[in-house]
Every structure is written in structure tokens, then in C-alpha cells.
């Protein structure tokens, strides 16, 4: 009987172990095929602030974000 009961409560946390890591290996991949956010949404962002970007500052932006990755 308590037998069972390790091995239900190993398996259980073998098996959470598991999908964490499958899950992130997700996401990871999801992410890099689509970035959360590209040049045109930070040139479309400073503009709504009221200011034309150049690339330069659009490049720099985008640096600091993949950056903080």
C-alpha cells in the first residue's frame, strides 16, 4: 500500500518535471518564430508618442530588447 502511494507520488512529480520542460521547449520555439514585437510595432509606438523615429533609434530599441532577453 505504501508502496503505491510512492510510486503514484513519484510518477506525479516525474511527470510535472516533464511537461515544465516539454512546455518551455514550446514556448521558446513559439517566441523565436514570432517575436512578441518587431520594428514596425516600436516605429508605430514612438510615432503614437507624438515623435518620428529614425531607424537608427528604432535599431537601438530593438538591441535593448533583444538584449534584455
Not at 16 to 29: C, D, S, Y
Not at 44 to 50: N, P, Y
Not at 56 to 65: A, E, H, R, T, W
Amino acid at each position: 500500500m505504501l508502496q503505491n502511494i510512492l510510486y503514484l507520488i513519484g510518477g506525479l512529480i516525474v511527470g510535472i518535471i516533464i511537461g515544465f520542460l516539454i512546455a518551455r521547449l514550446i514556448m521558446k520555439k513559439y517566441l523565436t518564430k514570432n517575436p512578441p514585437i518587431n520594428e514596425k510595432m516600436i516605429e508605430t509606438m514612438m510615432s503614437s508618442m507624438g515623435r518620428k523615429p529614425s531607424q537608427k533609434q528604432v535599431k537601438q530599441v530593438m538591441n535593448q530588447m533583444n538584449r534584455i532577453k
